[in-house]
Every structure is written in structure tokens, then in C-alpha cells.
């Protein structure tokens, strides 16, 4: 029972971690509004940054507070990062000027940092027979996640711009609660080890993603697959607003709607596709879906074209796996967990770099007299980035 309790801690840390990403993204327009920014145009600078320095905590601290979970244990971590996002969500449901909501940002990026020790809190306390299992919870629990965060932010955004973020925080007390007074310590005290900086560099394996001859090709298509993903959870909300008007719980429910078919996707498709038409080709196929829904979604202007479109987008993202799986059938075994690294690397380097980049590009097309109105310019270039991808796998997939 114990263990069961520890695995079922980690998967709700994970999934409020998920939700924590996902709740702020539909209330993010009307909340930076709120807070004196004057224009959607502007705001989107302003959720960029937002986004950016999240994903920048991330990538630094990831690795720091897996180190310190090898160090300490798991416990004292997850329940130290858990009640640094109580005290997130307040701040953020307080916030009047951004800076103390660029602060809240931080904070969430340093305690969301936790997905790699949760995971090992599941491995430690699962048999070897059930690991497969409970880490393949994970995966489900992140798509969950990503659906009710979205739904939970523009619902309860629309009756109150703060009360998303009091829910969450009350979601985390619980959480916190409940692994105070009935999770145990996984890692034992004989099997801890020191912490060592040079262990805990974030950078070593980014450098390794730039170096590895055999996977150049596939590495550098799944950045500007990465990059290009982005895009959606960038420019999405304020997109809808400026193109459409949408209110909250309108862009709550597309981006619900969204992660819902990725779940499908992700969970159903992949497996049947590339086991009848091969990985090569779902990965071709899947780019160009992709680059239709892009290049559609740029120049749209109605509404039901784009909710018609969520499914087809939804689907093109069958690429990333069988990319993924691509990759690991080519590297031996030894080397699977340093490929997960580099992957690790590349994905946190896009959620840095994407933000300053599609928000630009959409401030420059709705807000500069001197070039045409055209809020989908963001989708147009991220259909740039999926061809470069395009390109380089036709040289190198063989």
C-alpha cells in the first residue's frame, strides 16, 4: 500500500505539473490585459517572455534537482517543489504588475522541474515487472494534464481572471498533504550519492546532440519539428482572440479539444501506422499534414475551419514518435539513454528559442502599419520549419 500510494503521489505531481503549464495559457491574453498591457499585439511580447523564461528554468534546473533527488531522496524534493507551487499559484493569483507574474514564472520553472524525479520515485518503489507499466502512466497522465489545464483555465478564468490559479494552489496543498503524512522515502540511504555539479550541467548533453555523427540528420529535423510545434502553445490564445474574438472559454475548450486528439494520436496511432506503412514514411507523412494545417491555419478566417483543422494538426504530430523510434532502432542499446538526452536537450533549446520568435512575428503582423494585417504569420513560418525538417530527412532517412 505504501507503494502504491508513493507511485500514485509522483503521477498526481506530474499531472499538476502538466495542468500547471496548461492553466495559464487560455486566461494568459486577458490576464496580461488585465495587468496594464495595452494591446493583444503587445501581450503577446509579453506571454513570450512569460513562456521563455519558464522553459529556460526548466532545462537549468532539471537536471540540478534530479542530482539533488540522488543526493537527498525523493521525498524531500517532490515536497519541497510542491510547496514552492503553492506559493507560486498565489503569487501569480495576486499578481498586479508583471513583474511579480515574470517572478511566479520562475518559480514555476524551477518547481516544475520534477518530472525526472517523480519518475525515478516510480522506478524505486516498482517492481521490475511493473516499471514498463507505471512509467508508461506517465505519458497518459501528461496528455490528461495538458487537456484539463487549458479546460480548467478558460472556465474558471471566465468568472474570475485569479481563480484558476487559487484552484491549483489548492489542488497542490492537497497533493503536499497527502505526501507529508502518507508517502514514504523511496531511495535508500546506502544507494545515495553525492552531488557533483559536473553531474548536474545541463549543457552536456546539448553539446553531445551536436556532435553525434550517426544521428546529425534526425537530430537537427527534430529540432525544427520542435521548434516549429511551439507555435501553439506560443501564439494560440492571443491568435484567437485577435483573428476570431474569442473569449475564455473558447480558447479553454479548443486547446482542451487539442490535446484531447493528441491523446489519440499519441496513444492509439502511432503503434498500427508505422507498423503497416513503416517509419520512414509515417514521418514523411506526418510533416506534410503538418505543413497543410500550417500553411491552412495561417490564412484562415473562419471559424469552423479551424476546429475542423484541430484533428488534422493533431494527427501531423504522428511524426515526432516515429521520428523518435527512427532514431533508437539506429543507436545500440548503451546508448539509449544518452539519446534521450540529447532529445531531452534539443526540446528544451525550441521551448526557448520559439517564444521570442513567434511572438515577434505576430506582433509584427498585427501591430506594424507598415506591413499587412495577417495574425497567422506565425503558422506560416512554422511551416517554414517543418520544410527545412522535410529537407533534411529526405537526405538522410534511408
Known sequence: MPKQAGVNFALITILLDAVGIGLI?????????????????????YGGALITVYALMQFVFSPIIGNLSDRFGRRPVLLTAIAAMVVDYLIMGFATVFIVLFIG????????????????????VSNREDRAKNLGLIGAVYGVGFVLGPAMGGFLGAYDLRLPFFVAAGLSLVNFLFGWFFVPESLAVEKRRPFVWARANPFGSLKRALTHNRLRGPIWATFFMMVAGYVYPVVWSFYGKEQFGWDL??????????????????????????????????????????????????????NWLVFALLPIVAFADISSPALAGYAANIVDDSEQGELQGIFGSIEAMAAILSPPIFAGLFYAFTANENLPYLPGAPFLLSAIFVLVAVVILLRSLR
Open 25 to 45: 495559457f487560455p486566461i494568459m491574453p486577458d490576464l496580461l490585459l488585465d495587468l496594464g498591457i495595452t494591446t493583444i499585439s503587445e501581450a503577446t511580447l
Open 105 to 124: 514564472r520562475v518559480l514555476a520553472g524551477i518547481a516544475g522541474a520534477t518530472v525526472a524525479t517523480a519518475s525515478a520515485y516510480i522506478i524505486d
Open 249 to 302: 472559454k473558447t480558447i479553454g475548450l479548443s486547446l482542451a479539444a487539442y490535446g484531447a486528439c493528441m491523446i489519440v494520436v499519441q496513444g492509439g496511432l502511432v503503434g498500427p501506422f508505422v507498423k503497416r506503412m513503416g517509419d520512414v514514411r509515417v514521418i514523411h507523412m506526418g510533416n506534410f499534414i503538418a505543413m497543410f494545417g500550417l500553411v491552412t491555419l495561417g490564412f484562415a478566417s473562419q
